[in-house]
């Protein structure tokens, strides 16, 4: 079964622009999970969505948006980059039901100049 | 809200030895636990987790993990620790209803063992 995959693994932007991010989850899960990891944060939750609904939402500003398709497919976007959204940004997916571990991508790393 | 200590940035342990990795967690209800394993410029990889059932939860790659509910700790273990272990460790939780259904990550501990 193939794992989760993440488009680009590596982006470069500059500050103001704004970034769309993908995921696309194992097989039958329904749940994609997204978070930010940074050294000095750690791994900061952004949001789930399941069904193409957002489940659960962290503590992120209105520039971090997201959404899911009807294929499970998820897309990240973040708008008016700033040098502090430098980051690797993990996906996950998992079936949905809360004992079910989540299945992390390798991660997109993005740069701000 | 809830949340998840990790106490030690860093574990040294010699190959060979066991190696305990700590982990208190707090949240309303009973806990979904988890840990996770991070390799570098990796994703996180799944380890074992704990829903129910015996406190004494095994994983994969000989990992093993005890659950105690009076003291709300899951700490990681292994009784021979390998030079390939050495990684950051994550555990994490998340509650059964609502918005404590959301996975919540410990800051990570980095496991460094040597020859």
């Known amino acids: 079964k193939a794992g989760v995959t993440q488009t680009p693994r590596y982006l470069i932007k500059t500050r103001g622009q704004q970034v769309t991010l993908s995921c696309s989850p194992i097989?039958?899960?329904?749940?994609v999970s997204w978070y930010q990891q940074t050294p000095g944060q750690g791994l900061q939750f952004l949001f789930e969505?399941?069904?193409?609904?957002?489940?659960n939402k962290g503590n992120f500003p209105g520039r971090f948006s997201g959404r899911q398709f009807s294929n499970s497919r998820s897309e990240m976007n973040v708008s008016t980059l700033e040098l502090g959204d430098s980051a690797l940004y993990l996906c996950?997916?998992?079936?949905?039901?809360?004992?079910?571990?989540?299945?992390f991508g390798d991660g997109t790393r993005l740069s701000i100049l | 809200a809830q949340s998840v200590a990790q106490p030690e940035d860093q574990v040294n342990v010699a190959e060979g030895n066991p190696l305990t990795v700590k982990c208190t967690y707090s949240?309303?209800?009973?806990?979904?636990l988890f840990w996770y394993v991070q390799y570098p410029n990796r994703g996180l990889q799944f380890l074992l987790k704990y829903i129910t059932g015996d406190n004494l939860v095994k994983g994969s790659y000989g990992f093993e993990a005890e659950f105690n509910k009076s003291q709300t700790s899951f700490h990681l273990k292994k009784p021979s620790a390998l030079v390939s272990d050495s990684a950051l460790y994550f555990c994490?939780?998340?509650?059964?209803?609502?918005?404590?259904?959301?996975?919540?990550f410990g800051t990570g501990t980095r496991l460094q063992v040597t020859l």
């Open positions: 996950a997916s998992s079936p949905g039901q809360g004992g079910q571990p989540q299945h």
């Open positions: 097989s039958g899960h329904r749940s």
């Open positions: 949240v309303s209800g009973n806990p979904y």
């Open positions: 969505y399941f069904s193409e609904t957002q489940r």
């Open positions: 994490a939780v998340r509650g059964r209803t609502g918005t404590a259904s959301k996975l919540t």
